[in-house]
T-cell receptor, first 112, second 116 residues
Framework: EAQVTQNPRYLITVTGKKLTVTCSQNMNHEYMSWYRQDPGLGLRQIYYSMNVEVTDKGDVPEGYKVSRKEKRNFPLILESPSPNQTSLYFC???????????FGSGTRLTVV | AQSVTQLGSHVSVSEGALVLLRCNYS??????LFWYVQYPNQGLQLLLKYTTGATLVKGINGFEAEFKKSETSFHLTKPSAHMSDAAEYFC??????????????FGTGTKLQVIP
């Protein structure tokens, strides 16, 4: 089954403790992206990657890092999480052609 | 630059009534337009998309949307609401271009409530 898999689904952490949210897709898609979803703000793009070793900032990149060492994986790294990063995070991938994103199930992060 | 405006953060309809969710877009180039649905505790799922060609596009679950260039709109409709349609709906736009990847900009979402 074609899918984007994110882990964990839920995460509670403390301010300043580094964390990684993993994302993996099995569709051989070149393009991957991370979004955060906040009430009233919709989805905002954090980072995206056009291919292996090619990443770029989205609209709200501050406080986040990403890497793309393999085509299938695109982890999101929070080096020093802060409470304003409490949010619902989605990873998504996109194949060639305008077929629309395939989204993961989301990671609900709470930073206390 | 591109943007999406969804009119109404919450919409309530009675079961069996027409569903109309409004979306207006802004794009400096011919757009690709999308509607996504998000059920509680799930990711977003593509409902339908417009790229080129026929301006009335049909999607899953009986939804359809019409691209109106003159009105810069892409409203989502369904003739008869079901309880299972209760969800949040997102309109999205990207620059239409053959090949390559274009940034997708999402609207702020509309929560649809269906009243029995």
């Amino acid at each position: 089954e074609a899918q984007v898999t994110q882990n964990p689904r839920y995460l509670i952490t403390v301010t300043g403790k580094k964390l990684t949210v993993t994302c993996s897709q099995n569709m051989n898609h070149e393009y991957m992206s991370w979004y955060r979803q906040d009430p009233g703000l919709g989805l905002r793009q954090i980072y995206y990657s056009m291919n292996v070793e090619v990443t770029d900032k989205g609209d709200v990149p501050e406080g986040y890092k990403v890497s793309r060492k393999e085509k299938r994986n695109f982890p999101l790294i929070l080096e020093s999480p802060s409470p304003n990063q409490t949010s619902l995070y989605f990873c998504a991938s996109l194949g060639q052609g305008a077929h629309g994103y395939t989204f993961g199930s989301g990671t609900r992060l709470t930073v206390v | 630059a591109q943007s999406v405006t969804q009119l109404g953060s919450h919409v309530s309809v009675s079961e069996g009534a027409l569903v109309l969710l409004r979306c207006n877009y802004s794009s400096s180039v011919p757009p690709y337009l999308f509607w996504y649905v998000q059920y509680p505790n799930q990711g977003l799922q593509l409902l339908l998309k417009y790229t080129t060609g026929a301006t009335l596009v049909k999607g899953i679950n009986g939804f359809e949307a019409e691209f109106k260039k003159s009105e810069t709109s892409f409203h989502l409709t369904k003739p008869s609401a079901h309880m299972s349609d209760a969800a949040e709906y997102f309109c999205a736009v990207s620059a239409g271009r053959s090949g390559g990847y274009q940034k997708v900009t999402f609207g702020t979402g509309t929560k649809l409530q269906v009243i029995p």
